[in-house]
Antibody, heavy 121, light 113 residues
Framework: EVQLLESGGGLVQPGGSLRLSCAAS????????MSWVRQAPGKGLEWVSG????????YYADSVKGRFTISRDNSKNTLYVQMNSLRAEDTAVYYC??????????????WGQGTLVTVSS | DIVMTQSPDSLAVSLGERATINCKSS????????????LTWYQQKPGQPPKLLIY???TRESGVPDRFSGSGSGTDFTLTISSLQAEDVAVYYC?????????FGQGTKLEIK
């Protein structure tokens, strides 16, 4: 059974940093691209970043480019996103999503339950 | 970036009736080399993560009831629920994965009339 478990969310002040993790199980992690998708309270879905299975291809939304860094450790079956210079508009539930293929050119077939990041003073 | 626009923003349909949600992309998401439309539909119920319903514009994910169907090509797509059930109340999103950033539509809230 595929499982994705996000952690690391919480309350952080504007300008602060946070690192989210997503522990994956139930599939061969290194064979699949992964992404982070966020959802601000009461709003729609926003794709944030994606990384290929072999981490040779990385993509970011313009809204986070230069502030967020996605990475993965295939030996630990874990996806990360390092979030720096956080802003109030980064407040959202952050979902980890598994792509159904090795690159980011596939749909998301599994999602985690999400972790809430709140940026506020 | 490819902009995805859904219509309507909300929809109320009677139980057993047909529900239709439209999605338009600002540029084609049809990849000519494999003739596939890089378009997917997700269902999100309150307090839950999204669930994959349809991919490649018209392929139903395993386990998804056959009352859900997807159609369209190029820039115009449709999600149809042939006979609305109470458990279909949710927000539905289209998304393109033709090119990053993999943009979503704004969502369509489906309710029972």
């Amino acid at each position: 059974e595929v499982q994705l478990l996000e952690s690391g969310g919480g309350l952080v002040q504007p300008g602060g940093s946070l690192r989210l993790s997503c522990a994956a199980s139930g599939f061969t992690f290194s064979s699949y691209a992964m992404s982070w998708v966020r959802q601000a309270p009461g709003k729609g879905l926003e794709w944030v970043s994606g990384i290929s299975g072999t981490d040779d291809r990385i993509y970011y939304a313009d809204s986070v480019k230069g502030r967020f860094t996605i990475s993965r450790d295939n030996s630990k079956n874990t996806l990360y996103v390092q979030m720096n210079s956080l802003r109030a508009e980064d407040t959202a539930v952050y979902y980890c999503a598994k792509c159904s293929g090795g690159t980011c050119y596939f749909p998301f077939d599994y999602w985690g339950q999400g972790t809430l990041v709140t940026v506020s003073s | 970036d490819i902009v995805m626009t859904q219509s309507p923003d909300s929809l109320a349909v009677s139980l057993g009736e047909r529900a239709t949600i439209n999605c338009k992309s600002s540029q084609s998401v049809l990849y000519s080399s494999n003739n596939k439309n890089y378009l997917t539909w997700y269902q999100q119920k309150p307090g839950q993560p999204p669930k994959l319903l349809i991919y490649w514009a018209s392929t139903r994910e395993s386990g998804v009831p056959d009352r859900f169907s997807g159609s369209g090509s190029g820039t115009d797509f449709t999600l149809t629920i042939s006979s609305l059930q109470a458990e279909d109340v949710a927000v539905y999103y289209c998304q393109q994965y033709y090119t990053p950033p993999c943009t979503f539509g704004q969502g369509t809230k489906l309710e029972i009339k």
